[in-house]
């Protein structure tokens, strides 16, 4: 088992270029999340997916996209890359959406110059 | 939402205990406390979880008071490789009301 993995691992843009962040899980989880960690702080939670086709917000949505047409990918889009999405990107899934244990990725390190 | 406050930063030496406590005042009745490590440039990985009284694994203790308005995570004999920030969350589910706080930096030193 690979758990969560993620692509690229490093990516710097120029303002206003899009990307899509893939993530992948082969652990057949129902629940995948995306993070973003700025230096010195915590995860904030910028979407969630509780299933195939569905999609919810969190607590730090704008200026990204994402989509869950299949089980086991998440992706992350960003449409206009701005300088302030700068951070490192990490996605999760867990079996379910109830407070057990959530699985991380090893995170993509995004510049926007 | 119910909010975690732990401390900002903590030392500690090789082989002794380090306790970790986090306040959540305003904890629901259906909320679990959960805690997770983060190593630099890594995600974070589960450690613990618990509902109340003692919950042990190979890792760590939690300790619940009855009323569950704190935790303390437990580190028996911690070694430099147990450097890292250490995260307290307090909900029920995943999602927009289930955050991660900014930590406790924990530095273990020689």
């Known amino acids: 088992n690979a758990g969560v993995t993620q692509t690229p691992k490093f990516r710097v843009l120029k303002t206003g270029q899009s990307m899509t962040l893939l993530c992948a899980q082969d652990?057949?989880?129902?629940?995948m999340y995306w993070y973003r960690q700025d230096p010195g702080m915590g995860l904030r939670l910028i979407h969630y997916?509780?299933?195939?086709?569905?999609?919810a917000k969190g607590e730090v949505p704008d200026g990204y996209n994402v989509s869950r047409l299949k089980k086991q990918n998440f992706l992350l889009g960003l449409e206009s890359a701005a300088p302030s999405q700068t951070s490192v990107y990490f996605c999760?899934?867990?079996?379910?959406?109830?407070?057990?244990?959530?699985?991380f990725g090893p995170g993509t390190r995004l510049t926007v110059t | 939402l119910a909010k975690t406050t732990q401390p900002i930063s903590m030392d500690s030496y090789e082989g002794q205990e380090v306790n970790i406590t986090c306040s959540h005042n305003?904890?629901?009745?259906?909320?679990?406390i959960t805690w997770y490590q983060q190593f630099p440039s890594q995600g974070p990985r589960f450690i613990i979880q618990?509902?109340?009284t003692k919950v042990t694994n190979e890792v760590a203790s939690l300790f619940i008071p009855a009323d569950r308005k704190s935790s303390t995570l437990s580190l028996p004999r911690v070694s430099l490789s147990d450097t890292a920030v250490y995260y307290c969350?307090?909900?029920?589910?995943?999602?927009?009301?289930?955050?991660f706080g900014p930590g406790t930096r924990l530095s273990v030193l020689p």
């Open positions: 969350l307090v909900g029920r589910y995943y999602g927009q009301n289930f955050v």
């Open positions: 997916s509780v299933g195939e086709g569905t999609t």
């Open positions: 999760a899934s867990s079996p379910d959406r109830a407070s057990y244990e959530q699985y």
């Open positions: 652990m057949n989880h129902e629940y």
């Open positions: 305003n904890i629901a009745t259906n909320d679990y």
């Open positions: 618990g509902y109340k």
